[in-house]
């Protein structure tokens, strides 16, 4: 009598073992081509419109969409009081989604179309948000007297301290919006605090010609 013996065919487990091996090098593959910043899903943004700045929108509406539309290549629509932004086929970098929110924002915080555009231009720029109360709690008279304070005859003070920081600054009822480099953006907020907390607007000027002529000596 002879003994059978069942061999196996061909060792079944290595062939698994090289067929996962292949489909995981087949993967890797694919998810290096999609680390770059080739798009392969159209990404949207949506940001809501401030009641007070719809009228302004509409009015500038082409001149705001322009840079995003030419040079970030994304697409861009006004939904009733929305903003909507995604990308598309022709976008080469996925960054572009978020230039274009922070451009548009900063033109719904209340800056000008030529400021916002800085942001897209400019790389380490920013702005810093905050209120009147954060610094000082102060109300009725002694609130709009702040303002008064901050401002200047004619916006005086407010445009000293945009040109002696390099930064631009809008005040929004209590709301005080800075946009510049993170130093510069420090160096005007000081100065405006300063003026909340009650120091006169002269001391300030004195200040503000120190520090430009320190900024000029530097470049």
């Not at 976008?91 to 030529?114: M, P, R, W």
Request: net charge positive; hydrophobic share 35%.
């Amino acid at each position: 009598t002879k003994q059978t013996s069942n061999k196996p065919n061909k060792h079944p487990t290595h062939q698994t073992n090289a067929m996962t091996k292949i489909k995981n090098k087949l993967i890797l593959k694919k998810n290096k081509i999609n680390d770059n910043n080739i798009i392969t899903k159209n990404e949207i943004r949506i940001l809501t419109i401030p009641k007070h700045r719809l009228s302004s929108i509409k009015k500038n509406w082409f001149e705001l969409i322009k840079p995003i539309v030419t040079h970030l290549k994304l697409e861009i629509r006004m939904n009733k009081d929305k903003v909507e932004v995604r990308t598309c086929k022709l976008t080469e970098d996925k960054n572009n989604l978020q230039k274009a929110s922070d451009y548009i924002k900063a033109y719904l915080l209340g800056f000008c179309i030529e400021d916002s555009l800085a942001l897209l231009r400019i790389e380490d720029l920013y702005i810093e948000s905050f209120e009147i109360k954060d610094v000082k709690i102060l109300k009725g008279d002694h609130l709009s007297r702040c303002i008064g304070r901050i401002c200047g005859s004619n916006g005086a003070t407010k445009f000293a301290i945009e040109n002696a920081t390099k930064t631009r600054i809008v005040i929004a009822g209590t709301k005080i919006h800075i946009l510049g480099s993170f130093n510069n953006i420090k160096m005007a907020r000081h100065s405006i605090c300063s003026l909340i907390i009650g120091s006169t607007q002269g001391k300030i000027f004195n200040k503000l010609n120190t520090l430009a002529k320190r900024l000029k000596e530097r470049f």
